[in-house]
T-cell receptor, first 114, second 114 residues
């Protein structure tokens, strides 16, 4: 176990709906990154938060938004859900921004959009 | 084109046998390379991390090698066990880029059968 938790574990939504996924980072970690992983693919970087500020964003539309709280937990919000948003959503926490900092992944939230 | 290519995409091996997974990358300038193990429906867990000056690193029955000149890495699994059935993801970081610009491979899917 990495100490990173995510909720919910599974979620079913319909097209057009909105969803909020949550992540609690490992104790002492101030950085949270969010990834989308389609079946059979590697994780795709959505965005990263460092001390409550966004620090980098991948190639995802604005309907993917996030938030980091003072306790460094984080939320991923997706508006106007599309069928292609069906995926495993992973969050990863780290102790900082450096490339040498290991990211510790949570178990993921499996989202199915119908 | 993906900056990290892994092969084979999938393989099936008998319990007790060895196997080797390959990772080729084009990320430059190179900072470090990690191998993660991802069980089905779970988050990735870090196995090894190697920097430019390291050419081999072990973690139990897992041994990773790195040739920074040819930009190749391998992960060798010795005496495979059923619990080794998972996807193994190669992740490469560029120098000075921070950990929000990681390049992920699609993974090697390993199935160990009794």
């Amino acid at each position: 176990e990495t100490g990173v938790t995510q909720s919910p574990t599974h979620l079913i939504k319909t097209r057009g709906q909105q969803v909020t996924l949550r992540c609690s980072s490992q104790s002492g970690h101030n950085t949270v990154s969010w990834y989308q992983q389609a079946l059979g693919q590697g994780p795709q970087f959505i965005f990263q938060y460092y001390r409550e500020e966004e620090n980098g964003r991948g190639n995802f539309p604005p309907r993917f938004s996030g938030l980091q709280f003072p306790n460094y937990s984080s939320e991923l919000n997706v508006n106007a859900l599309e069928l292609d948003d069906s995926a495993l959503y992973l969050c990863a926490s780290s102790a900082g921004l450096g490339s040498g900092e290991t990211q510790y992944f949570g178990p993921g939230t499996r989202l199915l959009v119908l | 084109k993906n900056q990290v290519e892994q092969s084979p995409q999938s393989l099936i091996i008998l319990e007790g046998k060895n196997c080797t997974l390959q990772c080729n990358y084009t990320v430059s300038p190179f900072s470090n390379l990690r191998w993660y193990k991802q069980d089905t429906g779970r988050g990735p867990v870090s196995l090894t991390i190697m920097t430019f000056s390291e050419n081999t690193k072990s973690n139990g029955r897992y041994t990773a090698t790195l040739d920074a000149d040819t930009k190749q890495s391998s992960l060798h699994i010795t005496a495979s066990q059923l619990s080794d059935s998972a996807s193994y993801i190669c992740v490469v970081s560029a120098e000075g880029s921070g950990n929000n610009r990681l390049a992920f491979g699609k993974g090697n899917q390993v199935v160990v059968i009794p």
